[in-house]
């Protein structure tokens, strides 16, 4: 099994001085969609899936018409919701991701006021990768080691999503704790793109993550974070 993590290009958050929730891409975000669609044009995926987020089906429309396929939402793989900034003046949300980072590392887990915890945002992610997964025959055997039965280990996955639910994914997949800053844990660049691959064992197999944050495909001045 092949699965490929995509993370959506350049999002234009900020709009005359002002934020903007759910935003598209910047003119250099849908360049860098395009260069995302040239690289992966000649490759095989079974199944595509993206967030149901603005800026993700922006970065997914072009890779899916190189493949010929329709757009598949899978709402488990939204981005942490964060607060209502919409309309407020940008510096205010700069604001408050400083002062949640410079929070002792127990209580980051909170995440910011008004926004989702992150805590639930991990527990979310998690929750619905396992749904997800064993709806189509991959699972974790009950085992101390992060062992999982995979039904079709010829399948090839893609999903387009965000740096942060990526990031839980993959946490997911190699069997690693949560923390509140899996965003720096795995630092995943704009339309770059993470693989992961299903080894043999001898009582099932095991993920190996093979790539992470692959940018290769974009020019030097069309890599941003």
């Not at 969609?33 to 603005?54: C, G, N, Q, T």
């Not at 899916?64 to 899978?74: M, P």
């Not at 992610?125 to 039965?149: D, M």
């Not at 704790?177 to 995943?188: A, G, H, L, M």
Request: hydrophobic share 40%; net charge negative; aromatic share 10%.
């Amino acid at each position: 099994m092949f699965i490929s993590l995509i993370r959506h290009a350049e999002p234009e958050w900020v709009r005359d001085g002002f934020s903007q929730d759910n935003p598209p891409l910047t003119a250099r975000g849908h360049r860098q969609a395009r260069r995302l669609a040239d690289r992966l044009e000649r490759e095989h995926f079974d199944h595509v899936y993206v967030s149901p987020l603005l800026r993700a089906r922006q970065t997914a429309a072009p890779i899916l018409d190189a493949q010929r396929r329709g757009e598949v939402i899978e709402p488990w793989l939204e981005e942490i919701r964060s607060p209502i900034w919409q309309g407020n003046p940008a510096d205010k949300a700069e604001a408050a991701y400083r002062e949640e980072k410079r929070r002792p590392a127990a209580e980051r887990w909170k995440g910011l006021e008004g926004g989702e915890a992150v805590s639930d945002f991990t527990m979310r992610i998690h929750a619905g990768a396992t749904k997800f997964l064993a709806e189509r025959g991959i699972y974790r055997i009950e085992h101390e080691l992060p062992v999982w039965h995979v039904e079709e280990p010829g399948d090839r996955l893609a999903f387009v999503a965000h740096a942060g639910t990526n990031s839980v994914f993959i946490c997911h997949l190699l069997g690693l704790s949560p923390t509140p800053w899996e965003w720096e844990r795995f630092v995943i660049g704009h339309a770059t793109i993470s693989r992961l691959e299903a080894l043999r064992l001898g009582d099932g197999y095991t993920f190996s993550l093979t790539r992470l944050a692959d940018n290769t495909h974009l020019l030097e001045d069309d890599h941003t974070y």
